[in-house]
């Protein structure tokens, strides 16, 4: 025989018939769990897809695997002396011998990418090959295999029947079955074989796909679920800041318009009138619409620095029980309207002294007690201070309003929130607890509350107040009694002879005239600088430039015109 798929003319016999094969009734369904328990098989194992990978396999493998199953061994030898220069695709065979169905399925179970099985029928029983073929197809799940079936006595074994019963790819009489005969049914069945193995591959390829593709579209309906959240998410966010806006434009344009009407309205008023003195109530009203009105502008102000990372702080020495003092003075009035209590007390020592950005905690603390009584209809409003130690002094503002809901209390601190009563919300702009925390937390402290409806709220912050200690004595204006001008460097204050101290009092003649100019323009700005300029190269000059920087503060020109006035009278008797 040549190579390569050419073979000789040859139409020899290469086998004689079998007179001792036994007749078997292959018309009937064998009896394949007996024959099974017979043999010592027992039990079916799902083996499909294993036998599809190590098939896949051969493709890379020099040889075709080959089995004959044949008790003859005369079979086995001359089979395998007219397949010796057998050649296929490049490949030559490797042939296995099996002399029994039960060895035959051994094999097959050793070497599931056996391509050709040359199967005899009639083996340790009439119908032995069968139950192989059979056991092959269906426990061992094996449908790629190509299996030849050979019988010595065709007549017994009819063709059509044992097609249609059995899956089986060629059938061959031993007596017709000529050297050029195998050759040509070999090769049909290893190209049938191989077309099999690239179809097995090709699904294998395309079910790695598609569970890749499911992978991809599982993960991408995830994805999509996910940001569907987050794009909800973010909506509810952007509605609910949008709310809040609306509701502060809202507001805004409430508490905006009131003092201006009240404004513009005397302002009218007194422009016809002959008697200002008669009108002083109109003056007071304007005063106070106008107070009321850059309080708003200032908070809007302060919230635009914050969230711009631009407010700064301004550490300086003051007196903690003045302010405190003077603050609960502001309320006294509102307070005794509402039938409410304003009660101060103290726990432990507190520092008289203390260092600290002294105009910014007045604006917390007068935030807080502000909403305390806003919020108290009737009752008690507290201030306790507490000394905690290592520099730390707590504040504690308690009412016995209406309190606020727990489901509030996390929107309490936002800005542009309001919560509580809608009828109460007009009165407000949302911004002063949100910016009262802000400037908590830029003096190194926190802002918190506890509350529960209708039983009131315990406002509380801690930040650090160092006790100020001066080496000169300390003279302050009695209306801002809290304050003092000394520089900011505590830890390197000048020991100052009172012949220094005594000219701390003493601008020069020109000084005052350039500062009074400014101020009668009304040009803040420029006092600011000159002020902060001065303070800068003249040591000799903190107090007077401090208290020109205070009145700055709170834009109050008339205070600063008086100031001005009284130290050119000071300086004119020595």
Known sequence: MSTDCESTDSDELIFLAEDDEKVSHVDEKPDNLSYLSAIGIVGEHNHESHVINRAIEIKSRATWKILICDDDRSVHNVTRLALEEFRFA????????????????????????????????????????????????????????RIILRTGQPSEFPESS????????????????????????????????????????????????????????????NLVRERTIELEIAKEAADSANKAKSQFLTNMSHELRTPLNGILGYAQVLKTSDDPIKNQKGLDIIQRSGNHLLTLINDILDLSKIEAGKLELEYEPFYLNGLLTDLLDTFKVQASKQNVEIVYRTIGQIPKLVYGDARRLRQVLFNLMGNAIKFTSEGIVSLTVQDLGSNKIRFDIIDSGVGIASEDLSKIFESFEQVGDPKDMQSGTGLGLSISQKLVA????????????????????????????SSTPI??????????????????????????????????????????????????????????????????????????????????????????????KEGQNP
């Open 442 to 469: 830029l003096m190194g402290g926190e802002l918190n509350v506890t509350s529960a409806l209708g039983e009131g709220s315990n406002f509380w912050l801690e930040i650090d107040l160092p006790n100020y200690v």
């Open 90 to 145: 490049g490949k030559g065979l490797e042939i296995f011998s099996a002399f029994s169905g039960t060895e035959g399925i051994e094999i097959v179970e050793q070497h599931p990418d056996i391509a050709v099985i040359l199967q005899d029928v009639i083996m340790e029983t009439n119908d032995a090959g069968l139950h192989t073929v059979k056991y092959i197809r269906e426990v061992l799940q094996n449908p790629l295999v």
């Open 162 to 221: 044992v097609i249609l019963n059995y899956d089986i790819n060629d059938y061959k009489s031993k007596t017709e079955l000529t050297e050029q005969k195998l050759f040509t049914s070999l090769v049909a069945s290893l190209r049938s074989y191989s077309t099999i193995i690239s179809l097995a591959e090709s699904r294998q390829k395309l079910a790695v796909l598609n569970s890749q593709l499911q992978t991809f579209n599982q993960n991408l309906e």
């Open 475 to 568: 003279n302050l204006d009695a209306e801002e009694g809290y304050h003092d001008a000394i520089p900011s460097e505590m830890s390197s204050q000048p020991s100052f002879t009172s012949q220094a101290i005594a000219s701390f009092a003493k601008p020069s003649h020109r000084i005052l005239l350039n500062f009074l100019e400014l101020a009668k323009n009304g040009d803040f700005d420029a006092l600011q600088e000159t002020a902060r300029d001065l303070q800068k190269s003249d040591a000799c000059l903190q107090i007077f430039t401090g208290e020109i920087i205070e009145l700055l503060k709170g834009r109050q020109i008339d205070k600063i015109l008086s100031y001005l006035y009284a130290q050119m």
